[in-house]
């Protein structure tokens, strides 16, 4: 029996890891990228093969275009075939409004934010599109309610390049809707996940979560289950949409 399979951006550490795990329990195969903690991602890669399910590891940075060429030669040697695209990887920088900011930084933030998930999703499309003779699929790319609110005073920087996410969610699900694939992304709020720490703030979603209307964070595994269920066969007429998962903000 040939099993789906995935691959996931980022999949070592929060949103990326839930997403992983919760794929294999729910019959794929997961192949995933990490930048650098080896350790976190073997702990993934373990949790995976304890479902039963195959596990690919890979390092890679998504804003190198030959990292994510490797990246996808390897799923190819090793998997065989690629059914989703999870574009997660992502990073903030600190806390700082605009005018601190540097050109240096855009061209990080946006490198992976960005061009990673254009690279990834243009690897993807090649192989699952039927005008490149492939069956279809689906993709998934991890946008953010920044993209939507603009995150003054925090990350102008971030919210950019989620909002550039999500114009290309909606260009490229047009372009592919005939050849099988449907692409679409997920917006969510504030999670409580190791990327806070990276920006300077590790107790960032217990001091902004009074203003969410449900008066609380979000979890990654809530994260994980709208990725999966975009991908699965209960959504197949949903194609060029974002999903808030933001409670309510």
Not at 50 to 65: I, S, Y
Not at 110 to 136: D, P, Q, W, Y
């Amino acid at each position: 029996m040939t099993h789906p399979v995935i691959l996931i951006t980022g999949g070592s550490r929060g949103i990326g890891a839930a997403t992983a795990i919760l794929a294999a329990k729910r019959g794929y195969d997961v192949a995933f990228t990490y930048q650098s903690n080896a350790t976190a991602a073997n702990e993934v890669a373990e949790k995976i093969r304890a479902t039963g399910r195959k596990a690919l590891m890979l390092q890679a940075d998504v804003a190198v275009e030959a990292d994510v060429l490797g990246v996808f030669k390897q799923v190819d040697a090793q998997l065989g075939r690629l059914d989703a695209l999870v574009n997660n990887a992502g990073i903030l920088e600190k806390i700082m409004r605009l005018e601190q900011m540097d050109a240096a930084r855009w061209q990080r933030v946006l490198g992976v934010n960005v061009i990673g998930s254009f690279l990834c999703a243009k690897e993807a499309v090649l192989r699952m599109s039927t005008r490149h003779g492939g069956k279809g699929g689906g993709i998934v790319n991890v946008s953010s309610v920044a993209a939507r609110i603009g995150s003054p005073n925090e990350f102008v920087d971030y919210a950019a390049a989620k909002g550039a996410v999500d114009s290309m969610t909606m260009g490229l699900a047009k372009e592919v809707a005939t050849e099988n694939i449907r692409v679409n992304a997920v917006r969510p709020g504030l999670i409580y996940t190791e990327i806070h720490a990276s920006a300077g703030e590790p107790g960032r979603v217990d001091r902004a979560k009074e203003g969410v209307p449900m008066k609380r964070g979000g979890t990654a595994d809530e994260i994980a289950e709208t990725i999966l269920w975009l991908l699965s066969d209960q959504s197949s007429y949903v194609t060029g949409t974002t999903i808030d998962v933001a409670g309510g903000r």
